[in-house]
């Protein structure tokens, strides 16, 4: 099959969410660390009645509802998840209570998991399945769900939740290019979860932002060899309209647009440099693996990349900014954000450049070419339209009720027997929730 790629999206996020300016003061940090230091404004958030299922169990069903996708259309259904909730048992093998009802049980795909990374390792595993032998002429669907809390301090402005579905297949509108991704992958320790009964990780906030850094250098070093070996010329951010990242918070993806300026710099002939880039010439001997946290680089490639931040990356941000980082859904949530941003006819024959990170660490970079049927491009972009304009109806909770909240979920996060007792009531229409999980840890649904 050609064109193997994306034919449909679904976002969903929380319906309640904590403002970042209240959160800075509740927790006594100084005004703008969170808002402008981070650049994040309001974070989304779960209660006790939303666990890793619910969030995949709505997205499925929307996605297919929204798109008249039939269950037996489906042949493969793949989770990246970090929202362990059981050892064995996985969350793809509950989502099948939408797709037993209709007599469809032959479904390929189970759980992907390494932090923010197991959405994109399901994505590729469904691309993969449509471009194999084993392709057996359905959809595949590639779902990204996660309820990102932290521990108080710190990281804990930096969480979010929220999921994204993607119907795989063949003639897609937005294809992912053959033969030139690239990946680094690594054992470190910077951000993972040992303790089993707890939602949070434990995370080196510092040493989590230079393997990002350092992932990212290395994955577009290596993209950038494919593509220019592949294509038989030189690649660099000109070739692209937009690029896009896993987004922890805004600041780090300002921070990693700039850094992809930095490489273009470092792999321009010394010669060419000063006409490229005028005005760098003394960041010529700079070291990629000595320049993470090096103060006059960041800024000067910040101040050189500004206008391009603003024209290809900064559309892709507007659900991170909003909602905070979903773990595993981050990048979509960055895809969906860019593809509302634009025209179709703005957005037909784009190249969209994307970087997916996971702690410990995963990390790859790949392409997606928007076809040129914009009839097709419509009809994502509308849907996911009117999944992100709910956005705007979410209910705000105060810090403190936020903060309780989180605690609840601390306490009860293992819990079983167990009956929530978060509030329905701001849900949007069509979202699963939790009723009970028995004395034996089986979990129960309902749906708005
Ligand atoms: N006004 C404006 N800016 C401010 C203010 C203020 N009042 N106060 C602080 N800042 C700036 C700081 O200068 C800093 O900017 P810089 O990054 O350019 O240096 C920024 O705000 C953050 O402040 P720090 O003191 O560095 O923040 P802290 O160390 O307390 O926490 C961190 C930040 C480490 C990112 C933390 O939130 C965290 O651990 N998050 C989770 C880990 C994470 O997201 N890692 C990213 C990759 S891995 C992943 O995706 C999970």
Not at 315 to 322: G, I, K, R, T, Y
């Amino acid at each position: 099959p050609e064109n193997v790629g994306i034919l449909a999206m679904e976002l969903i996020f929380p319906s309640q969410y904590v403002d970042q300016t209240e959160l800075e003061a509740f927790d006594g940090v100084s005004a703008g660390k969170y808002t402008i230091g981070l650049g994040q404004q309001k974070m989304g958030f779960c209660s006790d009645r939303e666990d890793v299922c619910s969030l995949c169990l709505t997205v499925v069903q929307k996605l297919l509802e929204k798109n008249s996708i039939r269950p037996e259309d489906i042949g493969r259904l793949e989770v990246g998840t970090e929202t362990i909730i059981d050892k064995s048992k996985s969350v793809k093998s509950v989502l099948m209570q939408l797709f037993e009802p209709y007599g469809v049980t032959d479904l390929e795909g189970v759980d992907c998991t390494n932090a923010c990374y197991g959405g994109t390792a399901a994505l590729f595993n469904c691309i993969s399945w449509v471009e194999s032998s084993a392709w057996n002429g359905r959809y595949a669907l590639a779902v990204a769900a996660d309820i990102a809390v932290y521990a108080k301090g710190p990281a804990r402005p930096t969480g979010g939740a929220g999921a994204v579905a993607m119907l795989i297949g063949p003639n897609a509108p937005l294809v992912l290019d053959r033969g030139i991704r690239s990946t680094y992958v690594k054992h470190v320790y910077d951000f993972y979860k040992p303790d089993l009964t707890s939602e949070y990780a434990v995370v080196d906030g510092k040493l989590s932002v230079q393997c990002y850094l350092s992932a990212l250098d290395n994955c577009y070093q290596l993209y950038v060899k494919n593509a220019s070996k592949r294509l038989g010329k030189n690649i660099d951010l000109n070739d692209f309209d937009a690029v896009i990242f896993h987004s922890p918070y805004g600041k780090l993806v300002q921070k990693s647009l700039a850094r992809l300026t930095l490489n273009d710099y470092l792999l321009t002939p010394k010669e060419l440099r000063s006409q490229k880039f005028p005005g760098l010439e003394q960041f010529a001997n700079v070291k990629l693996e000595e320049s993470y946290f090096d103060r006059d680089v960041e800024k000067a490639f910040m101040t050189h990349s500004q206008a391009t931040f603003n024209s290809k990356t900064k559309p892709s941000l507007f659900v991170a900014v909003e909602n905070g980082n979903m773990y595993t859904p981050s990048v979509y949530g960055c895809l969906a954000s860019l593809l509302i941003s634009k025209s179709v006819s703005e957005l037909a024959g784009n190249k969209i450049l994307i970087f997916s990170y996971g702690s410990g660490l995963v990390s790859s970079m790949f392409s997606i070419t928007v076809g040129k049927n914009t009839d097709n491009l419509k009809t994502i972009a509308s849907l996911l339209s009117q999944s992100i304009s709910l956005m705007s109806s979410r209910q705000k909770v105060e810090p403190q009720k936020f903060e309780a909240l989180m605690e609840l979920r601390q306490e009860v996060s293992h819990k079983a027997p167990y009956t929530p007792v978060g509030s329905i009531d701001s849900f949007f229409p069509g979202t699963y929730y939790l009723t009970q999980i028995d004395e034996k840890h089986r979990r129960f649904y309902e749906r708005v």
